[in-house]
DNA sequence: TTGCTCCTCACGTCACGTGAGGTGGC
DNA sequence: TTGCTCCTCACGTCACGTGAGGTGGC
């Protein structure tokens, strides 16, 4: 088990961003008296939402996205619904990385430019 | 010229979006009496905006981003700063593109599994 | 005159940041 | 007793959303 802090430290967030996540119930820890503990599960979901936000979801949609993992494989219909959820999401995350890959191929071009102009304008004091 | 309405629409941002980003210093569109024309150039900027803020950037980044485009390639110095931000952006992009590979390969694990479950669970109704 | 698009406030929302003030166990 | 970490309000902030009420030209 670990504390709230334990958690902030080493997921590189504030105890106030994982308390806010269990205030919208997409993390529910355990209680020692007053204190907050976390299991490996509630570590495993804090992972999933962090990757989720970083690649520009809100908590709503990580809410669903979460409930993917959680899915009772029990009945066919509700596997449909998977099927169709995952593969929206699969086409937000290429459309994601099709501008990200666009805005590397810029940002490298600016930098090979730079760098031509630097290399030509360097000018030699040290000799 | 554009109007805001039609910039609106052909970006799929409102036009509270776009007068925001002026209230920001972001855009500097010309006004005919109290309403606004954009010309080619906020155009221009307003694609790097919606691109860069689609990937995670604040407008306050997004905004020295833009500088990086209109940097006047005049003085050295001015460049070498140049360079050390264009290293540190294209890092944070290469970090997140990883995120976003990693979780499009899990995506597709669970969707081959449900693909699977489906094939092994399909009940043959209709014979 | 009626529609349409434009405008300026201004309050609401989402995802937290940031103190304020207080409690519990080594 | 002093530190440290934990706690619960609660107001502030950023990037807009969403009306409210009003103006201008085809």
Redesign the interface.
Known sequence: LWTIGELAEEFGVTTRTIRFYEAKQLITPARKGVARFYTRRDRARLTLIL??K???FTLDEVSEYLA??DAD?TH?TQ??H??TK??S??LT??A??A??????RE??S??AQ??E??RA???PKGE
Do not use: A, M, W
């Open positions: 990757r989720s970083n690649l520009g993917l993992y494989p066919v596997q449909r998977l099927l995952l593969d999401q699969i995350l290429q994601k990385r501008d990200l890959d666009r805005t590397l940002l490298k600016i930098r730079t760098v102009f630097l304008n360097d000018e």
